[in-house]
């Protein structure tokens, strides 16, 4: 049986939400990243560890007028867009681990999620 990996918050970030948009701010890495209002409300999900397939299943009984194959697709391009930008980390079920992430210095950069 293969087990499902589940993506949880990468620890150490600082959330801010302005007009129900949220920022992020990585200290380690100097960024500031920025949520739209479907990835703030992924990210609140994230607060326990979660599979994607559990992401999509939650956002489809959000918005039960949306196409279920454009929600699972624009589910794991968010989560994609998480796990790159090293907002989110995948986990083993039941592993308490935290991930480790590289020490950048320089200016403060911005992105958008």
Do not use: Y
């Not at 007028?65 to 699972?72: F, H, I, K």
């Not at 867009?81 to 907002?87: I, N, P």
Request: charged share 25%; aromatic share 2%; proline share 4%.
């Amino acid at each position: 049986m293969v087990r499902r990996s589940h993506i949880r918050r990468r620890k150490g970030l600082l959330l801010r939400v302005v007009d129900g948009e949220g920022f992020l701010l990585d200290a380690a890495q100097r960024r500031i990243h920025h949520l739209n209002q479907i990835a703030l409300a992924v990210w609140r999900l994230l607060d326990e560890p979660q599979t994607v397939r559990g992401i999509t299943a939650i956002l489809m009984l959000a918005f039960p007028q949306a196409s279920p194959a454009g929600v699972r697709r624009d589910t794991k391009l968010l989560v994609a867009k998480l796990l790159k930008e090293e907002l989110a980390e995948r986990i083993a079920q039941g592993n308490g681990g935290s991930a480790v992430g590289s020490q950048k210095r320089g200016p403060v950069q911005a992105s958008s999620v």
